[in-house]
């Protein structure tokens, strides 16, 4: 529960009170973490709440700077530069050059020194970079130019993106007038990295096309067709991003053919148009160039129809009716037109296409086996459910669809719990106990995804058994919401999850007496639940043999008790830096060189679950030094000290397989990928191999896979401390990609921590990985981190794998990224795939 010092913080930063908030930070105790909500849609469009310290929010608020003064002289500069988020490490510095004016930067350099306004966050940007995403002013980005010099506009991000491609689509046309002062018009052409986008792709993402007008102008008309990555230019761009006035222009320029122009998915500017709530740009591009272009599909299928009838209203299908008729509404690609239809927040789409087409269509599986019904149960509210009720009966309910998954799993991923508690009403609670495929019952999921009032609600209905519900990693609700994965009103739910079992736990009548009835337990009486299937995933691979030569032998002496930092020029040798910690050099007492990765454990304060955390991480260390395999990082021991954990690994001569590729500036040929996948999935096989159950990795990619000087591979970086870099809030390095891009669908399917990371989801990080070495790029990079698992859920198709690789090696990174980890192959059967057993 917030404190009142909590919710006065709120208050007053949210009002942007700076008298009252200069009050408060003079109070408060430390630069605590806190929920505040009032952010620009703009900025943070899937934020109401931020969760950040308090000097984050005020670099974030239109207040007065004194109260980030205060906080700084109370606190010290470290809340300057701390990181806030697993994923983006914001700074308040960051922040600042976002919202607020020069002299803020000038209070940050008078504090904190010259090295705060060069640090990057998590994705390589700079305060450069975030000062030319600041859409009130450009002085904090001419301040810093003044500062740092004009070099800092063309620094690029993780992604390739630098302030001038920023300024093109934050900023106006005065902005990039002056960067035209500073640096001449070149820098406009620049292409951004993987991304492959110049400022022009940035411009056309305005909502009026100023600044695309100014460039065009400028470098010339040619720019508006530029490809990037994945061959969207700004003609399709400024068809989703701007309105009919734009594209008029863009026709006066180079003509209407561009509008046909397709991206590497075969998307249209008419798809792009058809994504917009309005229609007016879709009928002006029907008027230019004719209505077949409605139902040209993309790489899955869909079309301006299928796009409409989830994102535009009832005149939109209307007039499509007029133009083509209606069974264009049938088409399918991966989903039909009611498909979309029943993911519109209101369900006036999804009664029209009915009362056009008939209501059978409501229960036409898609490609997943999900029904118009599943997702109108998750997507839309109570009058939907009630009017489907009466057009097909309350059966259709109980329909199972991708895993297994009823109406009531996907009303229990709602935010509110209202169509849940229909569902209820009319199937009874007995269906809250029904298990999908990985045991999760409608329990888990509400106890994940809706707030505190849900569990009251589920309480009453099935009583204390909601407690003893376990899905097939054996979790109860109880630890769902104990988990980093639980979304809505985490604290509370614990509160009340604690609370009730203390409750029940007095109403257990002492040994020997009679049982007391359900009404003075204050629940009612456990009912029996449907037992949950065991996992449907196939039996486990069984062992490969390996050579006897290629039998790891053991070198190392883990019962040093004394060691030392090897130190280069005074300092301790740094020889890697990840996600998770800085990694030296060090020698030990027993005269043998050796790998010691340092996680630093300050951070929020949390020790209690920092505790677990870290105990969690020394359970795996022990599991994992027992193991010895050529293609395994040999782990030694760990230690906790005060001021963090160190891991002790054997020390490796190479270099990983990303920055290999880095230097090279190049992928790998197929000989090569295929040695080094010959080697991976032989050190996979092991680990998933294991007597004793799947020992698994976690996190597969190339940027965790090193080549020693002899050309044996090891794999490295097992995905242990994670759970602590989920407690403590701190990363020390940046990645060179976020892990999401190479996590399985099914982690992403709703269930967070009850989804269980499995010997499959390594198979499919190694797909990706496969990719990677012949791209440089994981599968779909053009797509923003933050959208990966929409991607991923919504069930696209992989990307495949480049032409001048052979039809052996797609094969079998298609094999690796089966959608249906059932299907998906075990590492034994990838051993034994030709593309491995061909000669290099």
Not at 86 to 114: F, Y
Not at 442 to 465: K, N, Y
Not at 611 to 619: F, G, N, P
Not at 721 to 750: N, Q, R, W
Request: glycine content about 8%.
């Amino acid at each position: 529960m917030a404190t009142q010092m909590e919710r006065k913080l709120r208050a007053a930063l949210e009002a942007g009170d700076s008298e009252e908030l200069q009050r408060l930070c003079g109070e408060v105790g430390s630069n605590i973490e806190l929920d505040v909500g009032g952010f620009d849609k703009q900025d943070y469009p899937f934020e109401e709440v931020r969760r950040m310290p308090l000097a984050h929010h005020v670099a974030c608020k239109p207040v007065s700077s004194s109260c980030l003064e205060l906080l700084i002289d109370r606190f010290g500069t470290g809340c300057l530069t701390y990181g806030n988020g697993r994923l983006i490490r914001e700074t308040p510095v960051h922040l600042a050059a976002q919202h607020q004016d020069e002299s803020w930067m000038k209070l940050v350099k008078e504090k904190g020194g010259r090295g705060c306004l060069r640090i990057a966050n998590e994705d390589g940007k700079t305060v450069a970079h975030f000062a030319a995403m600041n859409r009130k002013s450009n002085s904090c980005l001419k301040w810093l130019v003044k500062e740092l010099g004009s070099d800092c506009l063309t620094v690029p991000d993780k992604y390739g993106n630098t302030a001038v491609h920023l300024s093109a689509e934050h900023q106006g046309i005065e902005s990039l007038e002056w960067i035209k002062r500073q640096i001449g018009t070149d820098c406009f052409r620049l292409n951004g990295g993987f991304w492959k986008r110049t400022a022009f792709h940035f411009a056309a993402q305005k909502s009026d096309n100023s600044n695309l007008k100014w460039l065009v102008k400028e470098v010339g008309s040619d720019c508006l067709t530029v490809p990037d990555k994945d061959g969207n230019t700004a003609v399709h761009l400024a068809a989703w991003h701007q309105g009919i006035e734009s594209l008029e222009w863009i026709k006066r320029q180079i003509g209407t053919d561009c509008f046909r122009l397709k991206t590497k998915s075969n998307r249209t500017a008419f798809q792009f148009a058809a994504e917009k709530s309005d229609n007016s740009k879709l009928k002006w591009l029907v008027k230019e160039l004719g209505s077949d272009c409605l139902t040209v599909p993309d790489e899955y299928g869909n079309t301006a129809v299928h796009l409409a009838a989830q994102h535009q209203g009832i005149e939109s299908l209307e007039w499509i009716k007029r133009q083509i008729g209606a069974d264009c509404f049938r088409l399918k690609g991966d989903r039909t037109a009611f498909h979309f239809a029943a993911k519109k927040s209101d369900n006036s789409n999804l009664k029209w296409l009915v009362k056009e087409l008939g209501n059978d269509c409501l229960t036409v599986p898609d490609s997943y086996g999900n029904t118009a019904v599943h997702l109108a149960a998750k997507h839309q509210g109570i009058e939907s459910l009630e009017w489907i009720k009466r057009q097909i009966g309350a059966d259709c309910f109980r329909l199972k669809g991708w895993l297994d998954k009823t109406a009531f799993h996907f009303a229990a991923e709602k935010s509110d719990n209202s169509n849940l508690k229909w569902l209820v009403k009319e199937l009874g609670s007995h269906c809250l106990t029904v298990p999908d495929e990985y045991g999760n019952t409608a329990v888990h999921l509400a106890a994940r995804h809706q707030p505190v009032d849900s569990l009251q609600f589920i309480f009453d209905q099935i009583g204390a058994e909601m407690f003893s519900l376990k899905n097939n990693r054996g979790e109860t609700p109880a630890d769902v919401v104990a988990s980093r994965w639980c979304y809505a009103d985490q604290s509370e739910k614990r509160d009340w999850i604690s609370s009730t079992q203390r409750r029940l736990e007095a109403s257990r009548p002492p040994a020997g007496s009679s049982a007391p009835t359900a009404a003075s337990a204050g629940a009612a009486a456990p009912r029996p639940r449907p037992r949950a299937r065991q996992s449907l995933q196939p039996p486990g691979p069984t062992p490969v043999g390996l050579p006897e030569e290629t039998r790891a032998k053991k070198q190392l002496d883990p019962s040093f008790t004394d060691w030392d930092f090897i130190l280069q020029d005074d300092k301790k040798q740094l020889i890697g830096r990840g996600g998770f910690g800085e990694v030296y050099k060090a020698l030990t007492d027993r005269n043998q060189t050796v790998a010691v990765k340092v996680l630093p454990l300050s951070g929020t304060g949390q020790s209690r679950k920092l505790q677990k955390a870290v105990e969690m991480e020394k359970r795996g260390v022990e599991i994992i030094k027992r193991l010895s395999h050529p293609n395994i990082l040999q782990f030694l021991k760990c230690e906790q000290k005060s001021d963090g954990l160190y891991i002790f690994t054997e020390l490796v001569s190479g270099h990983s397989l990303f920055e290999l590729m880095q230097r090279q500036n190049k992928p790998f040929k197929e000989s090569g990928v295929r040695d080094f996948s010959r080697q991976i999935c032989s050190g996979l096989n092991f680990l998933h191999c294991q007597p004793e159950g799947a020992i698994l990795h976690r996190d597969i990619k190339s940027s965790n896979i090193m080549l020693t000087n002899e050309g044996v591979i090891k794999l490295i970086d097992f995905g242990l401390a994670k759970e602590i870099i989920g407690t403590c809030g701190l990363s020390t390095g940046v990645d060179p990609k976020g892990t999401p891009y190479f996590m399985a669908p099914e982690l992403f399917m709703g269930e967070g921590d009850s989804i269980p990371y499995s010997a499959k989801t390594d198979v499919w990080a190694f797909g990706c990985t496969v990719y990677e070495l012949t791209a440089m790029e994981p599968p779909d990079a053009n797509v923003p981190q933050i959208r990966i698992g929409i991607v991923r859920c919504g069930g696209r198709a992989m990307p495949r794998i480049a032409d001048g690789f052979s039809a052996g090696m797609k094969d079998f990174y298609l094999r690796c990224v089966d959608y249906d980890p059932r299907k998906r192959a075990d590492t034994t059967e990838l051993l034994r795939h030709s593309f491995l057993s061909a000669s290099s």
